[in-house]
Structures are given as C-alpha cells and as structure tokens.
C-alpha cells in the first residue's frame, strides 16, 4: 500500500488545476508567478484570539448621537460649542436647531437660568393673548411606519397650560397630535406615544400650548419603539454584530475628564457635557448602556476609566458598580439602577493616553484597589514605557500601545518587538500581552483628507495590519480600532437619519473575524522582495483540528498577481473551499474610491465556491483587493 506521502504527491498531480480552468484560480500572463510554500510550523502557541478584532466606541462629538436611537439634538436646551476639528465641516455637525413655531408674533421666547430642570438653563415661552397657540420645533426625524416613537419631556407653568405634541412633515401629519397634559407649578415629567403613519428622514418635531400662559421647557427626547436595549439603533447593532468583535473599549480621548457617575442612573436626571474635542453629549450612554450592548453583541467590554483627578478608592468603586454583588456599596447602587447582576467586566484599562511621572508611581496603588474589589480582572496599562515597567512592576496583564501609523508596517512591527523586549527585561517571568487600545492609518489629518479612511486604499492598509496582528498571535491578544462609527470620517460605519453604510475597511476586518480561533503559519515566498514591501501580503491560518486553511491576501498594486501555493508538511491537501474577496464592484482601477449613502456596496466582498486540490495550486490575486480562501483540508486518499 503506498505511504501517505507517495499518495499525496500522486493526488496533486492528477488534481493541480491548470490556468484557464474553471477551478477558481485565475493566473495571469501580466505578472511573474511567485511560489508562496506555506508550511505546518505554527507561529504561535496560542490561536488568534477573537479580540484582535476588537472594536471603539468613545464619547467623542457626533460619535455616540451617530448609533442610538434618541433622535432630539439639544435636549436640554444647552450652548453646544463647536467641534474642534472637522472632516467635512458644512455637515460634519447636525444643524438641527430648535426653532420658534406658531403665533411667533405674540410669543416670547427666552433661555431661563433660575430654576432649570436639567443643566444650566431651560426653554421658556410666554404666550400673552388667549387662544394663540405657539409653541417650539425641532426638524430632521426619521420616521419609519408602524414604529411608535415615545416623547419624554419636562414641564412647570404658572397658568397650567395643556401642553400638546405633534409629528409632521411633507405636508400633513405623520403622528399626533397628542396631549402631554397640563404643567403643574413644579417640574414634572411628561410622556406621550407617537405612532408613525408613514415613513420619512425629515420630519418636524412641534411641542405647543395654547395662550394666555407660561411654559418651561426641559429635557426633551424622542425614542422609537424599535430601539435595541432602548436606546441603541438596531440597524447599528445589526452591523456591529456581523463583525463578531470579540471585544469594544469604552473611554478614550474624554475620559480624562468624564465623571462615570454622572453616566448612571435615570437619563432625565444625567447632565450634558461637552466633549474634549467640543460639542455637546446628551449623556444617554454611560457604564450600564455601554455594557448591554457588549453582551448584546457577543463581545468583552473594555472599560478606561479615568486617572487624571482621581484616587484608588475611585477607580475601586468604579470595578464594584460594574462587578460587585448586590450586597456591595457600589454593586447596591446598580442594583438600584435597575440590574441586580453583576456585569463581569474583565478587562480594565487605567488611564487613556498619560504618560507622566505620577502615574508610573501612582498606578500601583490604583492596581491593588481594583483588584480588592474584584481579583479576576485583568488590568491594561496607559502608554507603555520602560520608566512605566520599571516603576509598576508587574501589576499589569497587558500593555496598551495606540498604533496611528498602521500604514507604515514596519514601524508597528518595531513597536511589537520592543514591548516583547521591554516584557522580557521587566516582566518579571508574569505572562504580559498586548492590547493595542487604539488604532488606525491616522489619529489627524483632519479636513477633507481624512476621508482616506474611508477609501478602499485603506481597507487594504487595515487588512495588512491585520496580517501583521495573526503573525504576532502569541504577543498581541487584544486591538480595538478607532472608532466603530462617525469621529470625522474614521467610522467603520457611517449613518443618517434612516440610513446606514459600511466602509471598506469594516468589510476588511469583517473578513478577518473569521480567523479566530486559528492558528498563524509560517509563509516562505520565493520572490526577493522583504516584508513589508511583499506583495500580495500573505497570512495563512490553521484551525485547531487541521480541516480548515485560511490564507489571507493584500494584493495594494495595480496589477493582478500570480501565486503557486505549496503546503509543506501539513499531511493534508485542498479540497475545494470558498473565496472571499473584498473589491471595488465597478473596477475603478484606483484605490481612491468609497462607499456613499447612495451606492453602499460599490466595495463590498462577495464569495464563491472555488475547487482548488491538492497541495499545490495556483491562484491569481486581483488588483487592490483582500482575498480569503477558506480551504478544506483533507487527508488524500487513492
């Protein structure tokens, strides 16, 4: 009987397909065909963990409004104070103001600072003539039919006035008007049902009364009935699930200067505040939101809580909130807060972005309290550093470098080998990975350049990077890129008022997900060309039980690229498979195109069957595209 090996040399030559065939492999005559032996030594221990594809909400201008379902822009009547920065500025920031409505003429309008219900000030109204009916408006609602939107709002007058609200647009009524009853002396809450009778992304918004009298108006929202968890859109969540994630950080820039306690409890009672880089936060997301939502999806939530201002006892009491029973002082307070079991918050980053003499001396303490409150976390330093090892020891499970230059390979690489030195002279022996908290091609170029990100060009970036995070497996456990949605075009999704769509770069990493849980391999290339000038930038994956071979592919040039594929040792040889490919569908021939509103899936990936065989094939990579070809492996048989 022949050996395995003698059967597998035979199977390849009677299966190897050839150029032309209908095989799935489509080598071509303009470029030189580079052999790529992929070998059964794993570079890594460890498989890859889902949490390389970890995602980044944080409280940051338009980022959280971009993915809740709590439409009102200003609902406590506030100055909301320009974002500093800009992408596209004519319509980075929503210009949706409240507005005078009905006899304009007669009403007084004014801010009031005397007795606000909800931050410094509130809407006041006079009305002086009887039966003239005034009022404020809000534009630029989505609507969607058969949904039921609940307005919520707060009110006093010193006439008793009955307060009315209604939904509007395209020329007639879409829900209401309904009666929100009359406002008593003191400050009280109001709510009324809103059904939608059709759909529409640009409704009006109008809360009125009939004179003689005075109204206060103040914290005003509007949520519909199809709202996940009661807050978030379920469009969002839909496209936040399908890129299994793995793990989300909350924190980031803000955090520094954000109060969590000021994030809790009822959201009529939580205060808007600006954000570090400018604009108005309404404050609907805070710990337990953001919680929710992770378990929602599958994923780890991430937690940066704040150093700058703040003692052990603080950030102590933050772990308790989130993971101490019911019977604990801070687990109490959630309790009361409407979720009596604990989170299980694992993963805790201290600090976001400090680095300086204080913390290096300082985080040990912050460490030992934390971990009193609850021993199982792990716990993520800020910035990493030699005089941070050196002063910490080893209180932390993972160092946290922020990656903005992932375009330059090599120097992310430089960055993985110096934490690896850095861990093996003061480690301490302790098992210390990396979780890189942060990352993207860029952290500036504001303006109309940062709408890079969005192009194909970078989806291939983020996909190498990628590859570069399967090779360090054994090292790099956690990455969260920045941000899962808006921050001046740096979104993997960007929305509207009824609208989604996904970038590039989103269907990249999508592709990467599916590697989780395998196991990186070692790739020889016949070609001269040095990493990272490689091309196509090749990754190729293993699963735990030897069936499934991923090879991932980064063809960034303008021309297509011929592969012959070997597999060295791995007993095993191809039996068909999938391939994924994330392209431009029009075939542009250039990197610099993007997804819009109006054409969502002009970069998309889409996937067929491919009946590759053997352990050797070939395949051709088209231009600027990522390719995964997910593979049977199979031992051969005669």
Avoid at 273 to 294: H, S
Avoid at 400 to 425: C, G, M, N, V
Avoid at 572 to 594: I, K, N, R, S
Wanted: net charge negative; proline share 6%; glycine share 8%.
């Amino acid at each position: 009987m022949p050996s395995i090996a003698l059967a597998l040399a035979l199977l390849n030559c009677i299966t190897v397909q050839q150029p032309g065939t209908t095989s799935g492999a489509r080598p071509r005559s303009d470029s030189a065909r580079e052999e790529v032996t992929i070998s059964a030594r794993r570079l890594s221990k460890r498989p890859i963990s889902a949490m390389q594809q970890g995602q980044f909400i944080e409280i940051l201008c338009n980022l959280i409004p971009s993915i809740v379902a709590q439409q009102v822009v200003s609902t406590s009547f506030e100055d909301a104070p320009p974002c500093k920065v800009a992408y596209k500025a004519e319509i980075d920031e929503p210009h949706r103001l409240w507005y005078p409505d009905g006899a304009v003429e007669v009403a007084k309008y004014s801010f009031d600072t005397t007795n606000p219900f909800n931050g410094p000030r509130s809407e006041k109204i006079e009305i002086p003539v009887e039966h003239a009916r005034a009022g404020i408006s809000q534009d630029g609602f989505y609507l969607k039919q058969g949904v039921t939107y609940k307005l919520r709002l707060h009110m006093r007058s010193d006439s008793g006035v009955e307060v009315r609200a209604s939904l509007h647009g395209r020329g007639g009524l879409i829900a209401g008007p309904v009666t929100l009853g009359r406002a008593g002396d003191d400050w009280t809450a109001a709510e009324a049902d809103l059904r939608a009778t059709r759909t529409t992304d640009n409704a009006t918004l109008t809360i009125d009364f009939a004179g003689p009298g005075t109204l206060w108006l103040d914290r005003v929202y509007l949520i519909g009935s199809d709202a996940v968890l009661g807050i978030w859109r379920p469009d969002v969540v839909t496209a936040l699930a399908a890129m299994h994630p793995g793990i989300i950080r909350f924190g980031g820039s803000t955090i520094e200067g954000y109060d969590w306690l000021g994030g809790i409890g009822p959201w009529d009672r939580r205060q808007p505040f600006t954000t570090v880089w400018g604009g108005l936060e309404e404050n609907f997301v805070g710990i337990d939101e953001f919680v929710q939502l992770c378990k929602r999806v599958g994923a780890e939530p991430l937690i940066c809580l704040r150093w700058t201002g703040r003692k052990p006892e603080d950030a102590a009491a933050e772990v308790e909130y989130c993971n101490g029973s019911a019977a604990t002082r801070w687990g109490a307070l959630r309790a009361r807060n409407g979720h009596p079991e604990p989170y299980g918050v694992k993963y805790w980053e201290i600090g976001n972005e400090v680095d300086e003499p204080a913390y290096n001396t300082s985080v040990r303490s912050f460490a030992e309290a934390m971990k009193q409150a609850d021993p199982s976390i792990k716990l993520i330093s800020s910035f990493p550093t030699p005089s941070l090892l050196a002063a910490s020891g080893t209180v932390f499970d993972y160092l946290a470098p922020h990656h903005y230059e992932i375009d330059d390979l090599a120097h992310e690489d430089r960055s993985f080998k110096t934490l690896q030195d850095w861990i093996a002279h003061s480690g301490g022996g302790k098992d210390i990975r990396v979780a890189v908290t942060e990352w993207n091609t860029t952290a500036g170029d504001f303006g109309l350049r940062r709408g890079m990100l969005q192009t194909l060009g970078n989806g291939l970036s983020v996909a190498r990077y990628l590859n570069l995070l399967e090779r360090d497996a054994d090292l790099v456990e956690i990455a969260n890129r920045s941000n899962f949605a808006d921050s001046f075009g740096s979104g993997f999704v960007v929305t509207g008022p009824g609208w989604i769509y996904e970038s590039p770069a989103y269907y990249a990493q999508k592709l990467y997900a599916r590697a989780a849980g395998t196991y990186p391999l070692d790739v020889e290339r016949s070609a001269g060309e040095t990493w990272p000038q490689q091309q196509p930038d090749v990754s190729a994956t293993i699963s735990e039980d030897g069936t499934r071979l991923r090879i991932y592919s980064v063809n960034a040039t303008p021309q297509a690229r011929a592969v012959q594929f070997h597999l060295d040792r791995l007993e095993t040889a191809v039996a068909g498979g999938t391939e994924y490919m994330l392209e431009d569908h029009e075939h542009g021939q250039t990197p610099e195109v993007m997804n819009t509103r109006d054409d969502p899936e002009r970069i998309s990936t889409r996937s067929r069957p491919v009946s590759l065989q053997g352990t050797a094939f070939d395949f051709s990579f088209e231009p600027f595209t990522v390719t995964l070809l997910e593979l049977k492996l199979a031992r051969a048989s005669l």
